[in-house]
């Protein structure tokens, strides 16, 4: 089935009793035994929890196989998987990185012996040369946040296959709807959850899905020791938001592209990164491997007196941080989103002080840019 009926039908079939057409929200912490040494199959929520069961088989169809695995944050799934690793492996990762996951390689992961390498990632060359004996995961955005480049995911996860490397995608602004990691090779899907496939900017969650099944149930016995999983009311929110993915990235990449393309005609502004846009550097690729450009854009300013008067003089559109919900946000990367990144790298990657990252939303597309025009005068 296509990935918007799969969607839309996520918990259908789950309430075989009153035949509820939404998952019934388990909310309970333990659950219980039919007699000794017996089990309905669920014994405690931490290790299982028919809810968040629901959501993880649900990321797991829309993925196209594999199985799923939900978590209260994307950061807690990042974490997750990288107790795949032990002291003294090395990863190489996109180098213009979300901010939090940086934060929590350098800060937190570096301090238990694993390294990190961090490379252009739409470069395969430079991929290939940053490998090294130890390394053994490559950790790439599929789109990256905020510059929009995009990565040949089918080229890198043929490097690591042929390198025994595990090829680890974040698919976070692009979702199994518009790219599809496992087709094009990987081994693993993340995903910030909060962000397009919840997509109402009500929940935080993270996703994973795991191709292998040997690999899935190291990443199970993760998930129930450390415990970091989404709650009952948290997984029915995010099925309930991942039921409308289709519609809401159609409208939303369609008002992207009509937004990118009024913001490249403004006389203050300087610069548009979208990948919709002809001459955007993944444009050619993404038409080639996804099925669209996201709605995510990064514009320059002219001058940086621009940035406080945008963020300020927007009404409809909210200054924010966060992305991919229905609401139309915008946030200014370098004292936001990537703060926790050193200035010298920041400042290589072009994350500077005139530029800001719109998240389009479902609104009329009249209507933002009206609002964005006002916001100028
Ligand atoms: C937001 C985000 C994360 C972190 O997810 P949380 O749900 O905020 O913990 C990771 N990767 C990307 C690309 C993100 O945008």
Redesign the pocket.
């Known amino acids: 089935m296509n990935i918007a009926t799969q969607a839309a039908q996520i918990g259908l079939e789950w309430d075989t009793r009153t035949g509820a057409v939404t998952v019934p929200i388990y909310q309970t912490a333990t659950f219980r035994h039919p007699g000794l040494g017996q089990s309905t199959g669920y014994d405690y929520s931490r290790s299982g929890n028919p809810t968040r069961q629901a959501l993880e088989e649900g990321i797991a169809r829309l993925e196209g196989g594999g199985r799923g695995f939900a978590y209260a944050?994307?950061?807690?799934?990042?974490a997750n998987l990288l107790l795949l690793f032990k002291q003294g492996d090395h990863l190489i990762v996109t180098e213009d990185?979300?901010g939090?996951?940086y934060r929590l390689f350098e800060k937190v992961f570096g301090q238990y012996g694993l390294t990190f390498t961090y490379v252009d990632t739409t470069d395969a060359a430079a991929v290939e040369a940053a490998i090294r004996p130890e390394t053994r995961g490559l950790f790439v955005?599929s789109l990256?946040?905020p510059l929009l480049k995009a990565a040949d995911i089918g080229a890198l996860a043929a490097l690591c296959r042929e390198r025994g490397i595990l090829c680890i995608v974040?698919n976070?602004?692009l979702t199994p709807y518009l790219l599809r990691p496992f087709e094009l090779g990987a081994d693993i899907t993340?995903?910030?959850?909060?962000?397009y496939l919840a997509g109402h900017n009500d929940t935080?969650?993270?996703l994973v899905v795991v191709k292998d099944p040997a690999l899935a149930e190291r990443v199970y016995f993760h998930q129930n020791s450390v415990g970091a999983v989404l709650g009952p009311q948290d997984s029915w929110l995010a099925i309930r938001g991942m039921k409308t993915l289709s519609v809401r990235l159609d409208r939303q990449q369609e008002n992207a592209q009509r937004l990118a393309e009024w913001l490249v005609k403004q006389p203050q502004i300087t610069r548009v990164h979208y990948p919709g846009l002809p001459g955007h550097p993944g444009h050619d690729l993404l038409q080639r491997q996804a099925r669209g450009f996201g709605a995510m854009i990064a514009f320059e300013v002219a001058d940086p007196s621009l940035v406080e008067q945008l963020l300020l003089k927007t009404q409809l559109i909210s200054f924010a941080e966060?992305?991919?919900g229905v609401e139309t946000l915008i946030t200014f990367p370098e004292v936001q989103?990537h703060a926790d990144i050193e200035p010298a790298i920041r400042a290589r990657l072009g994350i500077n002080n005139v530029l800001l990252r719109l998240s389009v939303g479902i609104e009329d597309a009249g209507d933002l840019i009206a609002d964005l025009a006002q916001a100028f005068e």
């Not at 993340?190 to 962000?195: D, E, H, L, P, Q």
């Open positions: 944050s994307g950061m807690a799934a990042i990185l979300y939090g996951t955005e990256t946040n974040d976070t602004f993340v995903y910030s959850a909060t962000k935080v969650c993270g966060s992305l991919g989103t």
